[in-house]
């Protein structure tokens, strides 16, 4: 599938599971993660995601650790217009200054001359509280980089359906990644105008942040986050159908949803991402589609 001129697989690797709990600090078994990375390029994985926020620094260390010098195939992602504080929150960050500081980090880190695809992380989303910049003048300033060499593409994440078509009047978008999957849709008119436009559109928690596990103890979580005994009745009846897993069924599920979609699964597991990226052959029937479509 093609971001703008790059060609990747459909089912990519997320990188945000690699640092320590709360996406801070090094992993507790860095070799572990080390052998994570490695396996997913064996497996043909050619799309990694990524952001200097993860650690900070540590997720971008341990790709170029375990990868470099990189497969002439290999397309990394990284976002910028977040940061981290010593409270370990994510804060929007995307005033000019920041935005070229965010980028030369992430070059340096990862030892690449160019970023393939850098994605503006917006906040429309409601994951993260958009930046007082006007989306205008951060865009912009990817953009300049981008003229300079320094970035190959440009994305967007988190955004609304205005929100791309303000920043595709200012440069090109080749990707677009927001939350979605089987248990929240709620970033559908944004794939649809993806698909339109021929962006592509990277779900980003496509297993739901683990909230599709089997046995997964829901007792902590908000009301209405956890899946309900209907939905995981379908989903495992699915799965049986196929002889797979609820996340192979799941990722599936996104494949077949759009044409223009890809999934960046992540784990700390060789055995669980060797099963996410088998899903990439998991063809479901039109009746099972539609089952899953009724979910949410």
């Not at 970033?187 to 993806?194: D, G």
């Not at 990277?202 to 089997?214: E, I, R, W």
């Not at 784990?267 to 996410?276: I, K, R, W, Y």
């Amino acid at each position: 599938m093609k971001i703008g001129d790059l060609t990747v697989g459909r089912i990519g690797y997320g990188a945000m599971q690699l640092p320590g709990p709360q996406v801070w600090g090094p992993p507790q078994d860095p070799g572990n993660a080390l052998a994570v990375l490695r396996r997913a390029v064996e497996l043909g994985v050619t799309h990694l995601d990524t952001s200097d926020a993860y650690g900070p620094h540590v997720a971008n260390d341990l790709i170029r650790q375990a990868l470099h010098p990189y497969p002439d195939d290999l397309v990394i992602a990284t976002k910028v217009g977040v940061v981290r504080d010593e409270w370990r929150s994510f804060n929007a960050a995307a005033k000019p200054a920041e935005l070229r500081e965010q980028v030369e980090e992430n070059l340096a880190r990862l030892g690449r001359p160019r970023l393939d695809l850098v994605y503006l992380r917006v906040g429309g989303d409601g994951l993260l509280h958009p930046d007082e910049t006007p989306l205008a003048e951060s865009f912009g300033t990817l953009a300049e980089l981008r003229q300079r060499g320094l970035i190959g593409h440009l994305g967007l994440s988190g955004v609304t359906v205005e929100q791309l078509k303000e920043a595709r009047e200012i440069a090109p978008v080749a990707a677009v990644q927001n939350r979605y999957h089987l248990l929240d849709r709620g970033s559908e008119e944004v794939l649809r105008a993806c698909e339109e436009q021929g962006v592509a559109f990277v779900s980003y928690f496509p297993l739901a942040a683990g909230l599709l596990k089997p046995g997964l103890d829901t007792s902590q979580l908000p009301p209405g986050m956890a899946p309900a005994a209907e939905q995981e009745r379908v989903l495992d009846e699915v799965a049986a159908g196929h002889g797979a897993s609820r996340a192979q069924v799941a990722l599936a599920w996104l494949l077949g949803r759009s044409p223009a979609v890809l999934a960046i699964p992540g784990t700390t597991s060789v055995a669980h991402l060797e099963e996410n990226v088998a899903a990439a052959g998991l063809h479901l029937t039109a009746a099972d589609q539609a089952a899953l479509d009724a979910l949410a």
